[in-house]
């Protein structure tokens, strides 16, 4: 009998809760403080409507099939939508390397974190199309050395990601995970309980002939280096907010494209635009940063008016089905980046439940064309959409968006 895929986020949820080790599940779920953040930027899709127009003037501008090709930073990818960086410990032995697998077939590219299991070199080898993502971490050598590498493995771009500045991890209402410094006897024993309740996830583990070892390679600081999670994770929360001349400094060393994510203001888009950004990202982080953020999606429309095509605006925050890709290409992303979609599908199924969850978006944004009588992605536009009145926000003069507003 074939294989019934995962036909959903919340259907990959409930089985990666089933799978996953608790604590490990509870890490992966994130966020921040009270989890407003992160529970409101998926929510705040739901307060956005369409009004449709089904049927046009002629067949050619209602194919069947619908137009989702596109190209970003000189990558040709078969959707909108990326793979967003994240760096998700201990769910699969195959971790990253089954998910740049998972978005080479589903024809796009993955964005690495510098908090991945797997080492930059076996992911692209996986998918060419992969985006190297880095943290302020260290000193500017240390970051030099990464980068160097990154780029003599074929990164596409590099993404400097400025939002973590809110130690997320001890400061949950529903409890933190606890993360061991290393893996040593001690830690072994501690986490064998957790290990062995979930015995399919830790026989992935022991058939590959490893268990989850928690270190980030891709934040090595040097040759033979392979730093533990907790250790670069310390380091990031004493390293200063990188200034917007470390930024300039940063892309003067980068030759290849260069995305800055974790924005929120125009003003601070047309700064990293400024300084060479190609793309930047309107992001809080999935919530797992400064925790009442207001949703993501409720100041796209102001910051993609401030970049104004001087580059591509990419987006994510609370995607959870291609309908919100739609809305999100609708309020002005170029790009649609997926964090926790890919997490969880990840975590529920492998590399076959990250496929799952590509498929599920492109379907759902076709289908959303469709329902709108547009022949391509690029037709989404403010006009599809309807929002209540004062939804939409300008960070950057704290007043509500005067087009958008009018429609309630
Ligand atoms: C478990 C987890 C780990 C993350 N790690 C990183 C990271 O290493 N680098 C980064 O730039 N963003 C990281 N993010 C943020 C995501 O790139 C993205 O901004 C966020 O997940 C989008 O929100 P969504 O999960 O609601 O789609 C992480 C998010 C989660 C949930």
Redesign the pocket.
Known sequence: MARKPIESFAEAQRFAQRRMPGPIYR??I?GNEKGET?RR??EAFGQIGWLPRVARETPEEQPLVRELETTSLGMKLSMPVMV?????QAIRPEAEVAVAHAAREAGTAI?L????TKPMEEVAAANPNWLY?L?WTGTRDDILYRIERAKKAGAKAL?V?LD?TGGGLGRRDWGSPPIPSRIDLQSVLKFAPMALSRPQWLAKYLANGQIPDLTVPNSANGPGDAPMFGQVYAELMSTPVPTWNDVRWLREQWDGPFVV??LYRGEEAKRAVDIGADAI?V?N????NLDSTYPSIRVLPAVARAVNGQAEVWF????RRGMDVAKALALGADIV?????W?FGLAAGGQQGVEDMLNMVRDGLHWSLVGLGHRSFKDLNEDDITAPDGFFLDPDTKSRLESLELRT
């Open positions: 890490a992966l994130s992160m930027n998926p967003g960086p994240a760096g998700a964005g974190s510098s908090f991945a993502q943290y993404i990601t973590a994510k974790g990202v992001s982080h999935g919530g797992n994510d925050g609370g995607i980046l997926l964090g926790r979609l997490i």
